[in-house]
Structure formats: C-alpha cells, structure tokens
C-alpha cells in the first residue's frame, strides 16, 4: 500500500513473483471496465502474473467496497486454494480493510436500494435538516458523531438503523486494526518532491498514451456521470476539454494537483495503520525494493 505513483505495482508484481502468488487490486477505479489508461492499469500483456479484481463491471454499474469485498476475498480463497500467496495491493485504503479486516457490511450496502432513495427523497423535499433530526430521534448516538451538512453519511446511518447496525458501534470497530487473515503490511514512501516529479510524469505519460482519446470513446459509451465523479481523477478535468474544447494544458495541470493532494489523503490514511512497515523506496531500485520487502515480511 502506499500513495500514487509511488512503484506499488511494479514492487507487489516482483513480489507475487517471488512468491509464486497472485495479484488482488485494491483500486478502487480499477474495477472499471474501459478505464486503463487513467487508472495505471497494467496492460494484459504486461503482466507476469494473473490479476484479480479489475474489470468487474462498467463505469456506469453501482459498485461499492462492500461488492469489492467479497470479490477479493473470493479471489483470496481462490489462490490460496491453489496454494499461491494472494498479493493485496492498491491505494485505496477502505479496500484494503474491507478485504483484510473484519469489516460487516449491512444488507442493501451494495446497490442501489429503497431505504437509501426514500430518505434521499425526503432530503430532497425536507431539507437535510429533517434527515438528520429523523437520525438524533432513531440514534442520537450515532448522530452525534455525523456533521448535521453530511447528508450522505445521515443518509447512510439511517440505512445502517433500518438494518438493525449502529453507526456509531461500526466506526468505534473501524478503529480497530486487526486483520482475519494472516496478513503481513509493506506500505512504500517517497520523499514528497520526488513523488511528485513522479506523479507528473505519469501524469504526462498517461496522456501520451491517449488518455483524452479514452475518456473521449467513455463519453460516446453514456459512461459521463461515472467520468464526472470525484473521485474519477484524470477523467473529470478532461471531460471539459473533450466536450466543450477547454484548455488542454490547464486541464492537465488540474489532474496532476488533483493527483498530488490525493496521495496526501492517502499517507494520512495508511499512515494511521501501526500494522504497516514502511519502505522508503525513493532511492531505491525495483531490485533493491523487492530484497528489502522480503526481509520485511521475514519471508
């Protein structure tokens, strides 16, 4: 685990090598079918190693960390199964747990559901007020741990009520890290300038790979409401371009400070994590980094 751009790919692919294992994405945008460049998908003939849990479904299906979760761990016990090691690797930190700890997600987590459009409507009609004041009457407990302007998360705290889970007993589990597996953490850094020389240069790598030809075809698919998401980065700041002819240059700076305070996020996240043994791989060559690794997980 670690930040973007920091070499996670190339290091757990030399790992799973090593290992004789297999790959697990834990990226939350990989899962998405026709998103490649944009998301450092490795190319399929590329890999030295059979992936899991990339191009699950398209940019426009519901998918959510609770369907992730049983995917990769049907994935885990599949390799594991054929006796290889599973390789977990990604960026995105709520994947990484919802696969690795004893994460409970509550029935209608997944897609799309009643209870979450009913109060969705009554926040539409009401006013976020009145869904947060159902909350404090249904679980003060949990209301009081949700800012009253965070309708979503309201929103969802009265899914979890109706499904019979606290959200305030979900998040004080949430701080606990332990794993269901016998999991061993490497979480690779880099001082921050050299990362971002690095984060810049995929950036402009990835548009020299036909980044705006791809979103452009998405587009044509009616996938623009996925493109536009917040966290669809590199895929939001070029729909403009590609639509209304916005500048080009300006929107390639927007994707890489974009990228830049997306991997702050990310450190803070894994950060928190005591579990983890970092790796500074900054001066490190993918040799060097994979021999360090091994060491670390005292294989």
């Known amino acids: ?31 998405y079918r026709g998103m490649d460049v944009g998301t450092a998908k490795p190319p399929a003939g590329d890999r030295r190693v059979p992936y899991h849990c990339i191009d699950v479904v398209d940019p426009g299906e519901p998918f959510s960390a609770a369907l992730y979760q049983k995917i990769a761990r049907d994935a885990i016990a599949c390799i594991a199964g054929a006796a290889r090691v599973p390789v977990v690797v990604g960026g995105t930190g709520l994947y990484v747990r919802a696969v690795l700890d004893p994460f409970e997600f ?4 997944q897609r799309a559901n009643a209870v979450r459009e009913r109060y969705e409507a009554v926040a539409e009609r009401q006013g976020p007020d009145r869904v947060y004041a159902l909350l404090q009457s249904a679980d003060p407990a949990s209301a009081a ?22 959200y305030a007993a979900h998040s004080e589990r949430f701080s606990v890290r332990e794993s269901i597996y016998d999991a061993r953490f490497i979480g690779l850094t880099m001082e921050r300038p050299h990362l971002y020389e690095r984060i810049d240069a995929r950036v402009d790598a990835m548009m020299s790979l036909g980044l ?15 493109l ?17 002819g916005a500048d080009l240059s300006e929107a390639v700076l927007a994707i890489k400070q974009a990228t830049r305070r997306y991997a702050k996020r990310q450190f803070t996240w894994f950060k928190a994590d005591s579990r983890v043994r970092w ?9 060097d980094a994979l021999t360090q690794a091994l060491r670390a997980l005292d294989w």
């Open 228 to 244: 536009t998401a917040q966290q669809a980065i590199g895929y939001k700041e070029l729909v403009p371009v590609v639509e209304q």
């Open 106 to 109: 509550p029935e209608g987590e």
């Open 279 to 287: 790796l500074d791989v900054t001066e490190l060559s993918l040799e």
């Open 1 to 31: 685990m670690g930040p973007t751009a920091v070499g996670k790919t190339a290091l757990a692919e030399a790992l799973a090598v090593a290992l004789d294992g297999e790959i697990v994405s834990a990226d939350s945008m990989q899962v």
């Open 145 to 166: 741990l949700i800012h009253p302007n965070n309708t979503r998360r309201v929103i969802r705290a009265l899914e979890m009520h109706e499904a019979g889970v606290s």
């Open 212 to 226: 705006p030809g791809e979103v452009e075809r998405l587009l044509h698919l009616g996938f623009r409401e996925a």
